[in-house]
């Protein structure tokens, strides 16, 4: 496991965020919460509720881990997806399809730095193309600090 400083996190995410001062607002707010973990929100499209890259936060060395990449569909969206398909889009990636209910979202999991910027440029594009027909680039709009 090879940990990353939060200034290698700020450059590799530099082309999906508007100010990369958001990113080091976000670990300064989890180390004084004294939280270890960090979602930065990205906007896809109406099509995705949610969806959000996540880094463990090792305070004592103030480096961080990525941890995956979570995409959850909007509300019954889920129903017109044939589950080969997104089984068929994820398998590329080794991502899961993880629900209950109505509710269905996609995880894909980040083993190191390099895959982060080929999963933000490649993997979210090609599922959200495959998956709703629909060009997208992610976008990190803001973070939350997971207690």
Same mark, same amino acid.
């Given at each position: 496991?090879?940990?990353?400083?939060?200034?290698?996190?700020?450059?590799?995410?530099?082309?999906?965020?508007?100010?990369?001062?958001?990113?080091?607002?976000?670990?300064?707010?989890?180390?004084?919460?004294?939280?270890?973990?960090?979602?930065?929100?990205?906007?896809?499209? !109406?099509?995705?509720?949610?969806?959000?890259?996540?880094?463990?936060?090792?305070?004592?060395?103030?480096?961080?881990?990525?941890?995956?990449?979570?995409?959850?569909?909007? *509300?019954?969206?889920?129903?017109?997806?044939?589950?080969?398909?997104?089984? *068929?889009?994820?398998?590329?990636?080794?991502?899961?399809?993880?629900?209950?209910?109505?509710?269905?979202?996609?995880?894909?999991?980040?083993?190191?730095?390099?895959?982060?910027?080929?999963?933000?440029?490649?993997?979210?594009?090609?599922?959200?193309?495959?998956?709703?027909?629909? !060009?997208?680039?992610?976008?990190?709009?803001? /973070?939350?600090?997971? /207690?």
């Amino acid at each position: 496991m090879v940990y990353i400083k939060i200034e290698d996190i700020a450059e590799i995410l530099r082309e999906f965020i508007s100010d990369r001062y958001l990113v080091f607002m976000g670990f300064e707010e989890a180390r004084i919460l004294g939280s270890n973990i960090i979602g930065f929100i990205m906007d896809l499209s !109406d099509k995705v509720s949610y969806s959000a890259i996540f880094f463990e936060y090792i305070i004592s060395i103030d480096e961080v881990y990525p941890i995956a990449v979570i995409i959850q569909f909007a *509300k019954d969206i889920a129903k017109n997806i044939p589950l080969s398909l997104v089984q *068929k889009v994820l398998d590329r990636y080794r991502g899961y399809v993880y629900g209950s209910g109505d509710d269905m979202g996609l995880l894909i999991p980040i083993d190191n730095e390099i895959e982060i910027p080929m999963i933000m440029s490649i993997a979210i594009p090609e599922i959200m193309k495959v998956l709703f027909n629909y !060009d997208v680039k992610p976008k990190i709009i803001g /973070y939350e600090v997971v /207690y």
